[in-house]
């Protein structure tokens, strides 16, 4: 009979200690680092780094196009160069950390951010910027998954539970503040400097954070990864960008072909993946992935219950973005202070799900997040749809608050069921998995979302030509148009904002809103068109969000019904956590 092997994980390094024991003798617990609370804080930062470049150079795109002079699908590459390099790395960083050490590889990628934010930052043109995107988001993915990895390994299970509800915290507050301080720096033109800053001031905190990682982070990795796996690599790398490219640029390139014959081969490429990596498991060992936590029907569930949550998330970011910035013309600043609601509540959600609710209430508590997020989104597609361009920062504060409490709610308590029952040395390709599938779900809810909102955009443009257009018939005769021109205007406005509506490049001109060959408009004319196309503007793009949202609403109401179905008990391997207070497994769940 093969006797099992215990590995003890010391302070300050990792030592592996093989020891004959009795079949039933209990495994002996690591002791808990000292400085883990510390430590966290240092983790904080750096995912809080990551999490915040997502979204502050979206305030800064105008800014970047006048000064780089960029095309607009330069612009769409600053913003899906990051994604995808992100996305690529997610799997292979997490599986490095595992076998090179989690320390170690949270270093590499924290200094690789920090100079590929110093690049950025010093970028003269587009091309320059756009690999400097790649290479950031490239050492995010080796980045992020250390950073759960290290927290489930440091910290014990029944510290845990708080961990995680300050990371949903952090993850829910970042897309808010990457609006808020992306606008107070390019509005503050720091230097002179205009975009430039929301890239430097990642330099001065990595500089930071690195000593602080280097004397406070344990290091720690897996005692069962003792090699690469250079093959599953390249496969996993190659399935995730042959799904993730289409999909972040389908739509701006009007979803040819090409576009689904890449994901179609990101589905075979997986499928060569999972059969090349149960072999290795059998033969080599070491996989880049772990298949066998799949057996485990928390980790599998919860997978899928973070797969369709990010796809609503995902979704809803982009239409929220563009409604409260494009739609409503609110500043960058404004739009990021008016959803600080969401923010806060979400923080209040994650700091007390996995704490307070858990213990009582178990997989019921997923149910309600998502149900409460759903609600959220319910009031606030009304109060879009009934005030319209008119609706007011204090009038989006309660569905703010409803949803991001509601988010909160779900993010961590979802987090620790899939990650309670994966054991130490499997940590960090648990993480980069999870971090992965967030990031999938994000961009197939950014590609079906956006398809849907572009679609009602383009097909209820009589929508707003319908509100504008009696203020502009009003204006045509102040300004004594005669009825002839009056009906030609009329005409050519009603093209011009279908045009607008239509387009896949924002920045564009179309033919149709510019003066005819010899009939320049008039400046007050010029203004009174300029203002009724914002108006118009304003309602369709309302309308849409509000009928998007439906779509939102739909997809988390799915969520909940899966959390149902999330088993009572785990199958009880030895690596369940068995009674930890705020722990959806296994005797947490009523």
């Not at 809103?513 to 010899?518: M, N, Q, Y």
């Amino acid at each position: 009979m093969t006797r099992p092997r215990i590995h003890l994980e010391q302070e300050g390094e990792l030592m592996h200690k093989t020891t004959d024991l009795l079949p039933m003798q209990a495994a002996i617990a690591p002791m808990p680092d000292r400085r883990r609370w510390l430590a966290l804080v240092v983790l904080l930062v750096a995912g809080f780094m990551d999490l915040l470049d997502v979204t502050i150079v979206n305030v800064a795109l105008p800014t970047i196009q006048s000064d780089l002079n960029a095309p607009y699908a330069d612009l769409e590459w600053v913003v899906s160069g990051y994604l995808l390099g992100f996305a690529a790395m997610l799997i292979t960083g997490g599986r490095l950390g595992d076998l090179l050490g989690r320390k170690t590889i949270l270093l590499v990628g924290l200094t690789l951010f920090t100079l590929a934010s110093l690049a950025c930052g010093i970028a003269p043109g587009p091309p320059w910027l756009i690999a400097a995107r790649i290479a950031q988001g490239a050492a995010a993915g080796l980045m992020i998954p250390q950073i759960l990895a290290i927290m489930h390994v440091s910290f014990p299970a029944a510290e845990r539970g708080k961990v995680l509800g300050i990371w949903g915290g952090v993850l829910g507050s970042a897309s808010v503040a990457g609006l808020i301080v992306g606008g107070i720096l390019v509005q503050a033109n720091l230097f002179g400097w205009a975009w430039r800053p929301i890239f430097l001031v990642n330099v001065p905190v990595g500089i930071l954070a690195i000593p602080a990682a280097m004397v406070l982070v344990r290091q720690s990795r897996s005692a069962t990864a003792d090699r690469l796996d250079p093959l599953g690599t390249v496969l996993a790398i190659g399935a995730v960008l042959l799904l993730a490219y289409p999909l972040t640029e389908g739509r701006a390139l009007g979803w040819p072909v090409w576009t689904f014959a890449l994901m179609a081969a990101a589905g075979l490429v997986l499928a060569v993946f999972v059969a090349y990596e149960r072999r290795r498991s059998a033969t080599v060992g070491s996989p880049l992935v772990v298949l066998n936590l799949f057996r485990e029907r928390s980790f599998s569930a919860g997978m899928a219950l973070w797969l369709l949550f990010w796809i609503a998330l995902g979704g809803y970011f982009l239409v929220w973005t563009l409604y409260l910035q494009a739609g409503l013309g609110w500043t960058p600043l404004r739009a990021g202070l008016s959803a600080s609601p969401f923010a806060i509540a979400a923080a209040a959600g994650a700091g007390t799900s996995v704490e307070v609710f858990v213990p009582c209430f178990g997989r019921r508590v997923l149910f309600a997040g998502a149900m409460i997020n759903a609600a959220g989104f319910g009031l606030y597609l009304y109060l879009a749809a009934h005030y319209g361009p008119a609706i007011t920062s204090a009038q989006m504060f309660a569905p703010l608050a409803i949803s991001g409490f509601g988010f909160g709610l779900f993010v961590a308590p979802t987090v620790d069921l899939i990650l309670s029952g994966v054991p130490g040395h499997d940590a960090g390709s648990a993480s980069g998995q999870l971090s992965t599938i967030q990031q999938i779900g994000m961009a197939l809810g950014v590609a079906l979302a956006g398809v849907f909102f572009f679609t009602q955009l383009d097909n209820t443009s009589a929508h707003g030509t319908t509100s504008a257009i009696p203020a502009i018939q009003q204006q045509l005769t102040n300004l004594d148009i005669p009825a002839t021109a009056r009906d030609r205007i009329l005409t050519q406005f009603r093209a011009c904002v279908h045009d607008r509506s239509a387009a896949t490049d924002p920045t564009a001109v179309p033919a149709s809103c510019r003066p005819a060959p010899g009939q320049p408009f008039s400046e007050p004319l010029r203004q009174a068109l300029t203002k009724a196309g914002l108006e118009a503007n304003a309602h369709n793009m309302s309308r849409s969000f509000a009928q998007t949202l439906w779509w939102a609403i739909g997809i988390l109401i799915a969520v909940a019904a899966v959390a149902l179905t999330l088993p009572h008990r785990p199958s009880g391997g030895p690596t369940a956590e068995t009674n930890r207070p705020g722990s959806l497994a296994p005797d947490a769940v009523p």
